[in-house]
């Protein structure tokens, strides 16, 4: 299983994502990219098995640019992290098919129950594969 993070490093919010995504998956290896290129760059690796993307959206721009490579995006279960609550920021996000949307000025702690609900999901899911 793979976890990617796509944050703002310099933020209050993104250090707090940090700080939430390690307490919730400890033993699951976290990619933390910081730019959108370097979030294509890793999008384009191969993975092992399901993955989950957890993306902070920072501005109108970021999101638009993420809808706009959505075919990349499509393997992944998405966490989206929205900048606001406008109607026009939830309507562009939910192009992108998040599994669960919250907010950065609130509702980031549900983010590490969302992240260690789809990988217990994912981990069920291998094992019974594995048993067949």
């Not at 990619?31 to 902070?56: F, H």
């Not at 920072?58 to 638009?64: A, E, F, P, S, Y």
Request: with cysteine; aromatic share 6%; glycine share 8%.
């Amino acid at each position: 299983m793979r976890v990617i993070v796509f944050r703002n490093s310099e933020s209050q919010a993104g250090k707090r994502l940090r700080g939430i995504i390690t307490d919730a998956q400890p033993d699951i290896p976290v990619e933390y990219t910081d730019t959108l290129a370097d979030l294509m760059e890793t999008l384009k690796r191969p993975g092992n098995g399901p993955s989950i993307l957890v993306l902070q959206i920072v501005d109108q721009r970021t999101l638009d640019e993420l809808i706009s490579a959505g075919d990349w995006l499509t393997d992944f279960q998405i966490i989206l992290i929205l900048p606001d609550q406008c109607p026009e920021t939830i309507s562009k996000g939910h192009l992108l098919l998040p599994r669960f949307l919250t907010f950065a000025n609130g509702g980031l702690e549900h983010v590490g129950t969302v992240l260690v609900r789809l990988s217990s999901q994912f981990r069920h899911k291998l094992g019974a594969i594995d048993a067949a």
